[in-house]
């Protein structure tokens, strides 16, 4: 419990995006478990992944832009406008095929097959340019979004991922 959607949009029954966040507790020292509910394709993935130094009252900064495609190579997504400095740019792609090459200027923290993560500091508010990964031809998804910092020249920090869960149905 505890989690709050943040994204979630369906360019089929193949690729699903949800974003869900949540404000960490005491409870969450040591070895939490955490239980999802996937519908749809035959292949689930997700990370689960720590970042401090965030602002905990407005996590997100900015609405977030999605882009879809059921064909193509390049899996371009509109910029964000972000409206505070000191801010952690994200960029979340799925897809059914390999990933090729990551978003220009980014920190890639997460890759496996057809999902990436990526990262990118941000000092200053405003907009970011679109971002765009590449994959092998086929149905795909990216979201864009921005984590707030903690207050005046805080930036949030991205941590390494602390849960991986992938499963075929």
Do not use: K
Not at 52 to 68: E, G, I, K, L, Q
């Amino acid at each position: 419990s505890g989690w709050t959607l943040h994204a979630h949009h369906s360019t089929s029954d193949w690729v699903i995006h949800s974003i869900f966040y949540r404000v960490a507790t005491s409870a969450d020292n040591g070895s939490p478990s955490y239980a999802f509910t996937c519908t749809g394709g035959p292949y689930t993935e997700g990370v689960i992944f720590r970042v401090t130094d965030f602002n905990p009252s407005t996590p997100m900064d900015t609405p977030y832009t999605f882009a879809t495609g059921m064909s193509g190579s390049t899996r371009p997504n509109a910029g964000i406008t972000t409206t505070e400095d000191y801010t952690l740019l994200v960029y979340f792609c799925g897809g059914a095929d390999t990933i090729t090459a990551a978003p220009s200027g980014m920190t890639e923290v997460y890759r496996s097959g057809g999902f990436g993560i990526w990262v990118e500091d941000r000092a200053s508010a405003g907009a970011t340019g679109s971002r765009t990964s590449s994959q092998t031809s086929s149905f795909w998804a990216a979201t864009t979004f921005a984590i707030r910092g903690a207050g005046s020249a805080s930036r949030p920090l991205f941590r390494q991922p602390r849960r991986f869960i992938t499963a075929r149905r």
